[in-house]
């Protein structure tokens, strides 16, 4: 039964920093394409970052570009970590953590059109002014 489990969210001022993890289950491959997301009360749920099987690429989305980074873990490659810095109250939302049930992301259109199979619960990040 394949998981996911986040973690790292919290309660932080505007201008801090926290890295998001999610760790990943039992899941056939060694590595996985795997995306974070958030979703806001009253938006959609949105992709921020994506990383892809054995860490081929990478995908950001416009409005955290430079602040967001995601990565694998070197000795566990189903760890995952998404680092956030220079938080703004915008960024308050539920994280989610997901993965594709395959090595790659979509191939042959950009990565955030990659339909992710399974969720973690969530990890909620909040950002005061």
């Known amino acids: 039964q394949v998981q996911l489990v986040e973690s790292g969210g919290g309660s932080v001022q505007a201008g801090g920093s926290l890295r998001l993890s999610c760790q990943l289950s039992?899941?056939?491959?060694?590595?996985?394409?795997m995306g974070w997301f958030r979703q806001a009360p009253g938006k959609e749920r949105e992709a921020v970052a994506i990383?892809?099987?054995?860490?081929?690429?990478?995908?950001y989305a416009d409005s955290v570009k430079g602040r967001f980074t995601i990565s694998r873990d070197n000795a566990n490659k189903r760890l995952v970590y998404l680092q956030i810095n220079s938080l703004k109250p915008e960024d308050t939302a539920m994280y989610y953590c997901?993965?594709?049930?395959?090595?790659?992301?979509?191939?042959?259109?950009?990565?955030?059109?990659?339909?992710?199979?399974?969720w973690g619960q969530g990890t909620q990040v909040t950002v005061s002014s």
């Open positions: 997901a993965a594709r049930g395959g090595y790659y992301c979509v191939t042959g259109q950009s990565m955030e059109r990659t339909v992710f199979d399974y």
């Open positions: 039992g899941y056939t491959y060694s590595s996985a394409c």
């Open positions: 990383i892809n099987g054995g860490d081929i690429s990478s995908w």
